[in-house]
């Protein structure tokens, strides 16, 4: 089983739909919980970090359920710009190395 | 600032040839990270460094070696290399504060062909 695992998608949606992709991690001691986004050729890039508590940046929202292993990312109101790669991200072992371990990708195109 | 760079953005290699990945950044990070990314695989990283004069293997560290002289380069060397190591290297370093977790900062990456 992989550490974490997402549907790869792609997910085609048009402009000002709402669309959510999931992900679930293996390791039920991970702490630290990111939403990295993927332009086709470019690096990753932080998209949000995700909290117990659930957090919000605009029209993204990110979940957190630690009993099911289990993170989530809203996006409402797509936009064109939104298309892009979404990678979850969950930390990996020791602490003291920063170490992170990243999804195989969640893929979004937005339609006009 | 710059951020974090690498160098070179494309290259093509024989099977067997030797070539060396540098990565710098100026952003006084201490954690350094080589990852390779493939269709369908992820990131998955090779090698990374907690600090000058340190590295230690990641994932996939096979084929690779690595060196950390100074604090704001990552150099990635592939000795002999093999049609396996065509892929897409990215390198990434964060700033450590304890025991929390930080953004990792990635450069542009460079494609890798071995014939």
């Known amino acids: 089983r992989k550490e974490v695992e997402q549907d790869p998608g792609p997910f085609n949606v048009p402009e000002g739909a709402t669309v959510a992709f999931n992900c679930t991690y293996s390791?039920?001691?991970?702490?630290?919980f990111f939403w990295y986004r993927q332009d086709c050729r470019k690096e990753p890039k932080l998209l949000m970090s995700?909290?117990?508590s659930g957090n919000e940046d605009g029209r993204f929202t990110a979940q957190l359920n630690r009993a099911s292993q289990y993170i989530s990312l809203l996006i409402r109101d797509s936009k064109l710009s939104d298309s892009a790669t979404y990678l979850c991200?969950?930390?990996?072992?020791?602490?003291?190395?920063?170490?992170?371990?990243f999804g195989q990708g969640t893929t979004l195109q937005v339609k006009p | 600032n710059a951020g974090v760079t690498q160098t070179p953005k494309f290259r093509v290699l024989k099977t067997g040839q030797s070539m060396t990945l540098l990565c710098a950044q100026d952003?006084?990070?201490?954690?350094m990270y080589w990852y390779r990314q493939d269709p369908g695989m992820g990131l998955r990283l090779i090698h990374y460094?907690?600090?000058?004069?340190?590295?230690a293997k990641g994932e996939v560290p096979d084929g690779y070696n690595v060196s950390r002289l100074k604090k704001q380069n990552f150099l990635l060397g592939l000795e002999s290399a093999a049609p396996s190591q065509t892929s897409v290297y990215f390198c990434?370093?964060?700033?450590?504060?304890?025991?929390?977790?930080?953004?990792?900062?990635f450069g542009p990456g460079t494609r890798l062909t071995v014939l």
């Open positions: 990434a370093s964060s700033y450590q504060s304890g025991v929390a977790y930080n953004e990792q900062f």
């Open positions: 390791n039920s001691a991970s702490q630290s």
């Open positions: 995700v909290y117990s």
């Open positions: 991200v969950v930390n990996g072992e020791p602490s003291n190395t920063g170490k992170l371990i």
């Open positions: 952003m006084n990070h201490e954690y």
């Open positions: 460094s907690v600090g000058e004069g340190t590295t």
